[in-house]
């Protein structure tokens, strides 16, 4: 295909004003789809202009990629300005003050802004941009690949960080910004132990994300693990595979959280530097205890 041709291509027509209005009340559905239209058309617009530089490389001719990457572009906008209108509200009838609004949309985090609104003045607060949020489930299994109920999944790097029991489907519920790594932890007291690296999807996956638990919940060496605890203000004895608390120091990170001495421990582990995680078996429950210890001032 020449350029002269392309030149008499139907070009992707920008929203009309009564379209504009009509944006204002669009119905979830409609948004839904849209916000999923949204995110295809960048995805498809990104990997045409990747190939582009990749072509030019090669001296390869660009000129049909070029203009279909540029109507990707016109119609990301359109969307973009549609869905913009749509997150606009108008305040009326309110008494002069500040006001922090929500903006809340299926899909997407929370956001918020603060909206002076002043007598006599008309007030419009646009939604600032909002986080679009991926929720997905994660299933724990054992070695059979049987669903395991009960099962505590830990994931510590979102906000706020996951402690959930699985329900007697094996599974839990995990939402999280898309596009990112994910490590989880599950635990079992019978069951044992699973570890999962996963990447947050974007869209629902076929094939479902499992923790594959093994047993032998610790696995730590009790020597190592007695040192590391007592290191918080844990001490403990062990006594074959199973570990028992004996002393929570006074005045330690570990003192006051509810730990008692002989509850057997089932897991122990450090989140990072200031806070260290603690699981246990008391009266057949299976309890959690996050130890946290202030950083030192210099």
């Not at 549609?82 to 929500?102: C, E, F, I, K, M």
């Not at 909002?130 to 299933?139: A, E, K, L, N």
């Not at 839990?172 to 932890?185: L, T």
Request: hydrophobic share 40%; glycine share 8%; proline share 5%.
């Amino acid at each position: 295909m020449e350029l002269a041709e392309l030149e008499h291509l139907e070009s992707v027509s920008r929203l009309s004003r009564d379209l504009r209005v009509a944006a204002q009340e669009m119905g979830k559905g409609e948004v839904r789809y849209l916000v999923d239209g949204y995110y295809a058309i960048q995805k498809y617009r990104v990997g045409a202009a990747a190939q582009i530089r990749e072509s030019e490389k090669n001296e390869e001719p660009v000129a049909v990629l070029s203009y279909l990457a540029s109507q990707a572009q016109i119609l990301e906008n359109q969307i973009k300005g549609a869905l913009d209108r749509w997150s606009r509200h108008v305040l009326r009838n309110v008494a002069p003050g500040t006001y922090r609004v929500t903006c809340a949309a299926e899909g997407f985090s929370d956001a918020h802004i603060d909206v002076d609104v002043v007598t006599d003045r008309r007030v419009e607060a646009a939604c600032p941009t909002m986080q679009r949020m991926s929720r997905f489930p994660i299933y724990v299994v054992d070695g059979q690949d049987a669903p395991v109920a009960g099962a505590l999944v830990l994931v510590d790097r979102l906000d706020p960080p996951v402690r959930a029991f699985t329900d007697g489907q094996g599974r839990v519920e995990i939402e999280s910004r898309p596009g990112v790594w994910i490590d989880a932890e599950a635990l079992h007291e019978d069951w044992g132990r699973g570890f999962l690296r996963l990447y947050a999807p974007y869209q629902p996956r076929s094939e479902p994300h499992r923790i594959r638990l093994e047993h032998s919940i610790g696995g730590e060496d009790p020597a190592v693990l007695l040192d590391e605890l007592a290191s918080w203000g844990i001490r403990a004895v062990a006594d074959g595979r199973s570990i028992v608390i004996d002393v929570v120091d006074v005045g330690s990170p570990a003192a006051g959280i509810g730990l008692r001495r002989l509850d057997q421990l089932l897991w122990a582990r450090a989140i990072n530097e200031f806070r260290y995680s603690v699981g246990l078996r008391r009266d057949g429950e299976l309890l959690t205890f996050d130890v946290v210890r202030e950083p030192e001032v210099e």
